[in-house]
């Protein structure tokens, strides 16, 4: 008798097992982060989540993606680190040199950077879960003389998390 209650138990511990297992201990009403973008043409991916930073009260944003195998980076800044300055809401930011908004692109062995040329807009900033998204375009230029362009388009980045300096 002990016997039976035993493989009886071990056979509904099993069964409980399976069931509790389910594809719906997946939460597919929440959003996957997406960080992607279209350089020269190529699609730039990332191999894995952006590191996403919010400091000076709301005031600077840091968004850096980077591809490990191939050592490009993307980094997005809006706003200053330190000093008075609005907070970011949502709404569009332009990279014209005159503002403290800026693109950078590395394309593994040089920098990049948007001086004057493109726009980063916020659509969604959700301060209470600490939620970013928006969209981004920029032509980055080397330094020093250099000839090299980098078009950036069709730039997004969606529901990424972000931590608070």
């Known amino acids: 008798m002990k016997t039976y209650l035993l493989k ?31 350089v020269n043409g190529q699609q730039f991916s990332a ?3 952006p590191s996403v930073q919010m400091s000076n009260s709301n005031r600077y944003l840091l968004i850096s993606a980077t591809n490990i195998n191939t050592s490009e980076n993307i980094t997005i800044a809006i706003g200053t680190l330190s000093g008075a300055a609005d907070e970011l809401v949502v709404g569009s930011y332009l990279i014209d040199g005159s503002t403290n908004t800026n693109l950078t692109y590395f394309d593994g062995s040089n920098g990049y950077q948007a001086n004057d040329n ?13 939620t970013i998204s928006g969209s ?9 003389g250099s000839s090299t362009v980098y078009t950036l388009s069709n730039g997004q980045f969606s529901n990424l998390s972000y931590s608070v300096q």
């Open 8 to 38: 009886l138990s071990l056979i509904a511990l099993i069964t409980l097992s399976i069931t509790s297992c389910g594809s719906d201990d997946i939460d597919s009403s929440e959003p996957l982060p997406i960080f992607s973008v279209t």
């Open 47 to 49: 191999t894995s989540l």
């Open 136 to 144: 981004f375009n920029a032509t980055a230029s080397g330094s020093f």
């Open 118 to 130: 493109g726009q980063i807009t916020i659509t969604a900033l959700d301060t209470e879960n600490r």
